[in-house]
């Protein structure tokens, strides 16, 4: 499963507070198979995984979850203002 660090909590959270339509975020395979995307969300689909970690909802596509089994999602914030999320290996 997915794992998140408090950086992805923090944000997550932070976002459904500014955001009053969104509950949380999902994750899910791009078309091409290739890459995923992350997207504000207001409830899961069907066969999503959900992951609940320190108050942040993040539910993961059945293709992506696949994927990203035994993955870290981690994120910051630039100076900008942006959102940039990475994965790296779980320890």
């Given at each position: 499963m997915l794992a998140l660090t408090e950086?992805?909590?923090e944000i997550v959270n932070k976002l459904a507070e500014e955001v009053p339509?969104?509950?949380g975020v999902?994750?899910?395979?791009?078309?091409?198979?290739?890459?995923l995307s992350v997207s504000p969300a207001d409830h899961a689909v069907d066969g999503d995984q959900t992951i609940e970690q320190?108050?942040?909802?993040?539910?993961?596509?059945a293709n992506a979850a696949q994927a990203l089994?035994?993955?870290?999602?981690?994120?910051?914030?630039?100076?900008d203002g942006n959102i940039q999320f990475a994965l790296g290996q779980q320890a």
């Open positions: 950086n992805v909590t339509e969104m509950s999902r994750i899910a395979a791009e078309a091409d198979g290739q890459s320190d108050g942040a909802t993040v539910w993961v596509e089994d035994g993955m870290v999602l981690d994120g910051g914030v630039d100076a």
